[in-house]
Structures are given as structure tokens and as C-alpha cells.
Nanobody, 115 residues
Framework: QVQLVESGGGLVQAGGSLRLSCAAS????????MGWYRQAPGKQRELVAV???????AYADSVKGRFTISRDNAKNTLTLQMNSLKPEDTSVYYC?????????WGQGTQVTVSS
């Protein structure tokens, strides 16, 4: 199993930046894809960004050019750098890891962007 713990959420004004981190309980060298998802009240959870073990990334159209996903396997940390934040980015953000065919989730961290 993998335990994931997110941190770095908070309240920020539109146009500002936040950096989310996700700490994994096992070595990330053995974790396949990792990603960030978000879920706003009354909406379905959606993919924000994903990164493979080899470092290939993909982003939702809504965050391309503003968000950057990265992983440091030596430090067992997944990061999401969020710039030029918009009110519509307000959500709970979840870290996800695919490990030996199973998906694991963190508890989520709230990001609120005020206009």
C-alpha cells in the first residue's frame, strides 16, 4: 500500500501562486503514474495533471501553461506548482498514485482563490 499526504493548500488572491506537495510513504521509484486531481462542490473529480515514472507529463486544457507537475523520486515527493490562479481553480486537490495496478489517494487539500 501507499499512503499519500498533501500539503500546501490555502487561500490566495486571483493571479497568485501556490505550491502543493504530496509525500508518499514508499519509494516513488516503484510508483508508476502519479497525478493531481481536483473536486469542487457539486462537481465530479477531474484530472488536473499527471506524470509518469519516466517524467512524461500531461495537463488538463484548463491549466496548461499555468500549472507544472513534477516528481522527485529521491525525496518521495510529488509537486504541483500553480501560477496565475483563477477563482475557478477553487477546489479540493487530491494526490493520486498508481502502484502495482492499484490507485491510492491522499486526503485532499483545499485551495481557495478569491476574486
Amino acid at each position: 500500500q501507499v499512503q499519500l499526504v498533501e500539503s500546501g493548500g490555502g487561500l490566495v488572491q486571483a493571479g497568485g501562486s501556490l505550491r502543493l506537495s504530496c509525500a508518499a510513504s514508499t519509494t516513488m521509484y516503484s510508483i508508476d503514474d502519479m497525478g493531481w486531481y481536483r473536486q469542487a462542490p457539486g462537481k465530479q473529480r477531474e484530472l488536473v495533471a499527471v506524470i509518469t515514472r519516466g517524467g512524461t507529463t500531461a495537463y488538463a486544457d484548463s491549466v496548461k501553461g499555468r500549472f507544472t507537475i513534477s516528481r522527485d523520486n529521491a525525496k518521495n515527493t510529488l509537486t504541483l506548482q500553480m501560477n496565475s490562479l483563477k477563482p475557478e481553480d477553487t477546489s479540493v486537490y487530491y494526490c493520486n498514485a498508481r502502484y502495482f495496478g492499484n490507485h491510492y489517494w491522499g486526503q485532499g487539500t483545499q485551495v481557495t482563490v478569491s476574486s
